[in-house]
């Protein structure tokens, strides 16, 4: 069956995305709430590594009209996927804050300067790296086994290429699931410190199946678990309200630190 795309409205309208239908990755809550990690008010320079069709890169244009996106992706088809989303005329707002480049985030050095991630220019990296281990029974799709099949050592790739591009002090942000938590700390090593962890919970008494995780560069803070979000109201399917504000970009997911600071 050939793939067709849709056109996909996000934060009630606000941005859309082009995304393939019948093979490939699908955005959903997970780049939403990855999104509302980013937070501020001032300029700002955003990359959003493995960003597929460029969910979570958008959604963080939209709440925040002060800040440059960068989509980093491997794959030229949802690349691609990226381009006709900013060519749409319900992004027009965004577009000329927004650039793409296709590049493997596992690049080091040279090779990585190369494909135009230059260093410490970011003040924000984003992440949703593909979170199935390699052992996982695999899709027969291509380019969604791409996106979700972990190789061994990618949390500690990804997170060096960020801590590269990123400038001191810059924030880390990533979602992954709960049994990734003690690479991603490892991996976070001496380059990122303060980091907060918060699980996410589809309901009370749920184990979780998320754990939001920001980070900065070369802090030195304790790392803190923070209390948990959850997705639904109960037994039903309806988010919680706090969850939906996220979900729709009305509102942010800030640190703890920041509020302790204001």
Same mark, same amino acid.
């Given at each position: 069956m050939p793939v067709t795309d849709t056109i996909d409205a996000f934060h009630r309208g606000r941005f859309h /995305?082009?995304?393939?239908?019948? *093979?490939? &990755?699908?955005a959903g809550m997970d780049a939403m709430l990855l999104a509302s990690l980013v937070t501020g008010d001032g300029p700002m320079h955003v990359a959003d590594l493995g960003a597929g069709a460029g969910a979570a890169g958008l959604a963080v244009? $939209? !709440? =925040?009209? $002060? #800040? &440059?996106? /960068?989509?980093?992706? !491997?794959?030229?088809?949802?690349?691609?996927? #990226? !381009?006709?989303?900013?060519?749409l005329p319900e992004n027009e707002r965004l577009a000329g804050r927004i650039e793409i480049i296709e590049a493997d985030v596992t690049l080091t050095g040279r090779s990585r300067l190369a494909t135009g991630l230059e260093d410490e220019i970011? @003040? &924000?990296?984003?992440?949703?790296?593909?979170?199935?281990d390699a052992s996982d029974r695999r899709t027969p799709d291509a380019l969604k086994a791409e996106a979700h099949?972990? @190789?061994d *050592?990618?949390?500690e790739?990804?997170?060096?290429?960020?801590?590269?591009i990123m400038k001191p002090g810059g924030q880390l942000s990533l979602i992954a699931r709960p049994e990734s938590i003690a690479e991603i700390i490892d991996a976070c090593?001496?380059?990122?410190?303060? =980091?907060?962890?918060?699980?996410?919970?589809?309901r009370p008494g749920e184990s979780a199946v998320r754990i939001l995780i920001t980070a900065i560069k070369g802090s !030195?803070?304790?790392?803190?678990?923070?209390?948990?979000?959850?997705?639904?109201? @109960? @037994? $039903?399917h309806r988010f919680s309200a706090a969850v939906d504000d996220l979900n729709n970009g009305r509102t942010s997911y800030p640190r703890l630190a920041s509020r302790r600071r204001s």
């Open positions: /995305l082009v995304q393939p239908k019948g *093979g490939g &990755h699908r244009a $939209s !709440r =925040i009209e $002060s #800040a &440059h996106l /960068l989509l980093v992706e !491997r794959s030229p088809v949802m690349a691609q996927y #990226a !381009r006709m989303s900013l060519a970011q @003040d &924000h990296v984003i992440m949703n790296p593909p979170f199935n099949a972990m @190789d *050592g990618l949390f790739q990804w997170i060096r290429t960020a801590g590269a090593g001496k380059r990122f410190g303060g =980091i907060e962890i918060t699980p996410l919970h589809p !030195r803070a304790r790392l803190t678990m923070r209390a948990p979000l959850i997705m639904h109201e @109960d @037994d $039903s």
